[in-house]
C-alpha cells in the first residue's frame, strides 16, 4: 500500500488537501470521488532518503512534448461527448474520463483542465494551454461549440472526423509499409551475399584470372568493395542521411521533396488524394460550425503534411483576402485538380460550398481505397520480381565460369 497525497475540491469555493492509503494513484482518485470530492492533484508521498520524488505537473511543463496518441484523443472526445449527451456536467464528465485513462501523462492533462474549469475558465480556453494535443482545429471547434450552445454535437463531429483520418492515415501506412520492408529484406539479402558468401567463393576462380566472364569479374569487384570498404560505404550512408535530414528541415527542403513525393508515378496520385480529401473533410467541419472560409484556411493548412499542397494554400489565403474567389484561386493552384477548383466554384455560386466539399473529399478518398489496393497488388510481384533478377544475376555470375570450365575441360 502507498500513501497519496492529495488536493480536491469540496465545493467552488472550497478546496481541501489530505491524505490516503491506496495501492495505486487510480484506486487513490476513486476513493477521494467516494469522498465527494473532486480530484485536482494526486501525487504519491516518498521519503526523501534515496528518492527523487514526483513533481507535481503544472499547465507549462504539461505543454512539453506531445505524448498524446490520435486514438487516446479520439476516445477522449467520443467519452466526452457522450458524457455531456447524457446530462453529466463536464466536471464531471472530466474526471469520470481521466479515472478511464490509461495514459498517466493525458490523465494529468484531464485534471488540470477540469481543475480550470472549476476556476471559471472556458473549455476551450483550458485546453489552449495544451497546444501540442490539442490542435487549433480541435480548440476553435470546441469554441464555435461553446458559443452555439452544443459543445457535445460539436465534439460527435470532432471524434467523427478524427476516427475518418486515422483510418485513412492507417490504410496509407499499411500500404507504404509492406514494399518497404520488402526492399529492406531485399537490399539485406543481397547485400550479405555480396559482402559475406561471394568472398569466401572467390577462391575457386583464381586460377582463371582475366579468363573470367564479365558477370562474374563485375560481381567479384562489387563483393570485394563490399567486404574490404563496408565502412566507408557505411559512412557515407550516414553522412547522405544527416544530411538529407537536415536539408528536407529547410523550407526550400521541405518545398522540393513535396513536390518530388507528389510526382511520383505511384505514390504521388494517392499522397496528393489523401491530403485533399483530409483538406475537404476538415474545412467542411470548421465551416458548418459557423466559421468564415478565410479564418479557416489558416487553420486547415497546417495540418496538412505535404508542404507543396500548404504553400499553394497560403497563396489561396492570400488571395480570399485581396478579394478573390476560393475556386478560381485553386485552378490556378498548380500540383491541385482544375476540376476541383471548377467544383468548388459551383459551390460558391450555388451556396451548397459544403455538400460539394464533402462530396470531393468523398470522391477523393474512394479513389484512394481503390489505387492503395491496385499498388499493393502489383507491388508485391514487381518487388519479388525485382529481387529474383539481382539473386538470378548473382547466382549465373557465380555458375558462368564453372559451367565454361565444364565445357572447356
Not at 471559471?120 to 494535443?133: E, Q, V
Not at 559512412?235 to 513536390?259: D, E, M, N, P
Not at 470548421?286 to 499542397?309: C, D, M, Q, W, Y
Not at 474567389?325 to 468548388?344: Q, R, T, Y
Request: glycine share 6%; aromatic share 8%; net charge neutral.
Amino acid at each position: 500500500m502507498s500513501t497519496f497525497v492529495y488536493t480536491a475540491k469540496k465545493s467552488t469555493a472550497e478546496t481541501v488537501s489530505g491524505q490516503i492509503t491506496a495501492e495505486s494513484e487510480e484506486e487513490a482518485i476513486e476513493l477521494i470521488n467516494q469522498l465527494g470530492f473532486l480530484p485536482v492533484n494526486v501525487q504519491e508521498r516518498v521519503s526523501n532518503e534515496g528518492s527523487r520524488g514526483k513533481k507535481p505537473l503544472s499547465a507549462e511543463n504539461l505543454k512539453i512534448g506531445k505524448r498524446v496518441k490520435g486514438k487516446e484523443l479520439f476516445l477522449f472526445s467520443r467519452q466526452l461527448a457522450s458524457l455531456l449527451k447524457s446530462g453529466v456536467s463536464i466536471l464531471r464528465a472530466l474526471t469520470i474520463i481521466a479515472q478511464q485513462t490509461q495514459n498517466p501523462f493525458f490523465k494529468q492533462v484531464i485534471l488540470q483542465i477540469a481543475s480550470e474549469v472549476r476556476n471559471g475558465k472556458t473549455f476551450s480556453d483550458c485546453l489552449s494551454a495544451f497546444p501540442n494535443i490539442f490542435s487549433l482545429l480541435y480548440i476553435t471547434m470546441i469554441r464555435a461549440g461553446e458559443e452555439s450552445g452544443d459543445p457535445q454535437d460539436m465534439l460527435m463531429d470532432i471524434a467523427a472526423y478524427q476516427r475518418r483520418q486515422e483510418e485513412i492515415l492507417s490504410k496509407v501506412r499499411t500500404a507504404l509499409a509492406y514494399p518497404l520492408l520488402m526492399a529492406v529484406v531485399g537490399i539485406a539479402t543481397v547485400w550479405f551475399i555480396l559482402a559475406f558468401v561471394v568472398p569466401k567463393m572467390a577462391g575457386l576462380f583464381d586460377s582463371l584470372g582475366d579468363a573470367l566472364p564479365l558477370p562474374t569479374q563485375i560481381l567479384l569487384k562489387i563483393s570485394a568493395f563490399l567486404s574490404q570498404e563496408w565502412i566507408w560505404v557505411a559512412l557515407v550512408i550516414l553522412v547522405c542521411v544527416f544530411s538529407f535530414q537536415r536539408f528536407i528541415k529547410t523550407k526550400k527542403g521541405k518545398a522540393l521533396i513535396s513536390h518530388f513525393i507528389l510526382s511520383l508515378p505511384i505514390f504521388g496520385p494517392i499522397i496528393l488524394k489523401t491530403e485533399l480529401a483530409r483538406f475537404c473533410r476538415t474545412l467542411v467541419l470548421l465551416l458548418k460550425s459557423g466559421v468564415s472560409i478565410i479564418r479557416a484556411l489558416p487553420i486547415v493548412t497546417p495540418i496538412l503534411s505535404n508542404e507543396f499542397i500548404k504553400n499553394h494554400l497560403r497563396k489561396c489565403h492570400k488571395d480570399l483576402m485581396g478579394g478573390r474567389s476560393f475556386g478560381d484561386s485553386i485552378k490556378d493552384s498548380e500540383g491541385i485538380p482544375a476540376m476541383m477548383g471548377h467544383l468548388i466554384t459551383i459551390g460558391e455560386e450555388s451556396g451548397n460550398l459544403n455538400a460539394v466539399l464533402g462530396e470531393i473529399a468523398q470522391d477523393y478518398e474512394q479513389e484512394t481505397d481503390e489505387q492503395i489496393k491496385i499498388m499493393t497488388t502489383l507491388l508485391e510481384p514487381v518487388m519479388i520480381l525485382t529481387i529474383g533478377l539481382v539473386v538470378g544475376f548473382i547466382v549465373f555470375a557465380i555458375l558462368l565460369p564453372i559451367f565454361q570450365m565444364d565445357v572447356l575441360g
